[in-house]
């Protein structure tokens, strides 16, 4: 970012409106669907004032039926708009999961190239918001597993604009999930011109040389936070930020681990299944000779997840991720 370049200070969900308002202005094949995401704004605000902005042509709204709204969008997609559509949240996404592996990700596949699929389906995961069932889930994994999506879970304001750019812009159809625990926790300086922040590009938050901490999304806060407080008992913990998980940047994920030796993963998914395998997977496969230490994996359980009263214990928490790495470094 040059200094003399406009910023703004944003919050992440701030920073969503931000970067749909600037490709609805530049490319009038940008457009906007879901429940709720006109007039009203959608139900975190993502969407407020652009209604107003371009009108019903643009920002549609949709009635109450998750298939309906991602098969429409595919249809827009294939046709040569740049649909993004709005699930209100991730786990109401289940109803299009058909639509999206069985036809969004397979279009430019089955056509053999005839058809892209410039699609971004939009969608609020994880919890600690307090919220009841079907709202909290961070399945990540699903869509990371099916070949032909691209996955993206972005942790600060500057990174979700430049993303969500950078998805809009993909030919092929994008997962963008949005860590709604942090949509309003903190702000951050964002360009007002459009920027990218490319795909499949990973960040390193922290230098460190004893320990790596692979995470993403709304996770990052408390792996930092972490990081920061075993900083003071000794130990140097550098902190990756994904920031898009398929496809995974294996590159800066080996590196690290090959300069420190030692390697924690941490996510609010599931344990099971979770993204923190598949990272350890890629070291043993690439780095099996630099490693000194068992690689841990801080995450959820493999349970349903729970409703409010329970929702702190389920999260990995600062306290948690410390013992985590802790455990490695102690190995």
């Not at 009038?28 to 139900?43: C, F, I, L």
């Not at 643009?58 to 309906?68: C, K």
């Amino acid at each position: 970012m040059s200094q003399s370049q406009q910023t703004q200070n944003l919050t992440l969900v701030q920073a969503v409106r931000d970067g749909l308002y600037t490709e609805m202005k530049a490319d009038d094949s940008v457009v906007v669907m879901g429940e709720d995401v006109g007039k009203n704004g959608g139900v975190f605000r993502a969407t407020e004032g652009l209604w107003d902005e371009f009108g019903d042509d643009r920002v549609i709204d949709t009635p109450l039926a998750e298939s309906g709204i991602a098969g429409t969008a595919i249809g827009m997609a294939a046709m040569g708009m740049r649909p993004v559509a709005e699930m209100q949240f991730s786990g109401f996404m289940y109803p299009a999961f058909d639509q999206i592996v069985s036809h969004a990700a397979r279009l430019r596949t089955r056509s053999r190239g005839r058809f892209t699929c410039p699609l971004v389906v939009r969608a609020p995961y994880g919890g600690g918001i307090r919220a009841p069932e079907h709202h909290s889930e961070s399945k990540e994994a699903f869509y990371v597993h099916e070949a032909g999506l691209k996955v993206v879970m972005p942790s600060t304001p500057y990174d979700t604009k430049g993303l969500l750019i950078s998805a809009i812009r993909d030919p092929d159809p994008v997962i963008f999930l949005e860590p709604k625990l942090i949509y309003r926790a903190f702000r951050g300086d964002v360009p007002e011109d459009d920027y990218e922040v490319p795909l499949g590009e990973a960040a390193v938050r922290r230098e460190g040389t004893d320990i790596s901490v692979y995470t993403y999304g709304a996770m990052t806060r408390p792996t930092l936070e972490a990081a920061e407080n075993l900083d003071e008992e000794g130990v140097s913990v550098e902190v990756v930020d994904l920031r898009t998980v398929s496809p995974m940047d294996e590159e800066t994920i080996v590196e690290s681990f090959k300069k420190t030796g030692r390697g924690a993963v941490v996510h609010e998914a599931p344990k099971t299944g979770g993204l923190g395998a598949e990272i350890t997977a890629t070291i043993q496969e690439e780095a099996l000779l630099h490693q000194e230490a068992p690689i841990t994996r801080i995450a959820g359980y493999d349970v349903p997840y729970p409703l409010y009263a329970l929702e702190d214990y389920y999260l990995p928490s600062v306290a948690r991720v410390e013992e985590g790495i802790r455990d490695a470094v102690e190995f």
